[in-house]
C-alpha cells in the first residue's frame, strides 16, 4: 500500500484504487554488447572514483 501512497502523493495516481499501468510484454535491449561494455566499464570507473573521494563516516 505504500508504493501506491507515494504514487498519489507525487500525482502518478489518481486515486489509490487505480491499476498500474501494464508493461510491455517483452523488453529487447538495443544496445550492442560492446557499447554496452564500454559504458558499463566507464560507469564502474565513476563509481570507484566516487567511493574512494567519499569521506570516511564510520
Keep these: ?12 495516481a489518481p486515486d ?3 491499476r498500474p499501468a501494464e ?7 538495443r544496445m ?4 554496452r561494455e564500454r559504458l ?4 564502474r570507473r565513476a563509481v570507484k572514483a566516487a567511493i574512494i573521494a567519499a569521506p570516511n563516516r564510520a
Design 1 to 12: 500500500m505504500a508504493p501506491r501512497g507515494a504514487a498519489l502523493g507525487v500525482g502518478l
Design 16 to 18: 489509490l484504487e487505480a
Design 23 to 29: 508493461a510491455p510484454a517483452r523488453w529487447t535491449p
Design 32 to 35: 550492442d554488447k560492446a557499447e
Design 40 to 43: 558499463l566499464s566507464g560507469w
